[in-house]
C-alpha cells in the first residue's frame, strides 16, 4: 500500500485518492440529536413512553413532519454523485455508503438522484 499524501489538508490530494481508490467507505453519521433539549435517544426508548406518553408522542410528531418534508442536501447529491462515478467507473470499483441516521434521506437509490 503506498504511503498517504503529505498534506492531509490538500484537497486535491484528496480527490485524486479518492478517484484512483478501487473500493470506498463512506461513514456518515449523526450527532447527538436533540428535541426541546431532549436527547432523541433517550426518547425513543419503552421507558421514556411510559414516564412521558405525550412528551414522547410530540417527539414522533415532530420526527414526523420532518421526515415528509425533507430533501436531500449537498452531503447526499455528493454521496449520490461519487457512487455513480464509481459504478460508472466500473473495473472492480465498488462504494459502500454506511450510516447510523435515522433522522434524515440517503439516497440509496442511486438513479433517483
Known amino acids: 500500500m503506498p504511503p498517504p499524501p503529505k498534506n492531509y489538508n490538500s484537497i486535491a490530494a484528496f480527490h485524486k ?21 431532549h436527547k432523541a435517544a433517550d426518547l425513543a426508548t419503552p421507558g421514556a413512553f411510559c414516564a412521558d406518553p405525550g412528551l414522547v408522542w410530540s417527539f414522533y ?3 414526523r ?3 415528509l418534508g425533507a430533501e436531500p442536501n449537498r452531503g447526499h447529491l455528493t454521496l449520490a454523485a461519487l457512487a455513480r462515478r464509481v459504478q460508472a467507473a ?8 454506511l450510516s ?3 433522522d434524515g434521506p440517503l439516497p440509496y437509490d442511486r438513479s433517483s438522484v
Open 17 to 37: 485518492k479518492l478517484l484512483s481508490s478501487r473500493r470506498i467507505l463512506a461513514v456518515c453519521g449523526a450527532a447527538g440529536a436533540l428535541w426541546r433539549t
Open 61 to 63: 410528531a415532530h420526527r
Open 65 to 67: 413532519r420532518a421526515a
Open 90 to 97: 466500473g473495473e472492480g470499483r465498488e462504494f459502500l455508503c
Open 100 to 102: 447510523q441516521n435515522v
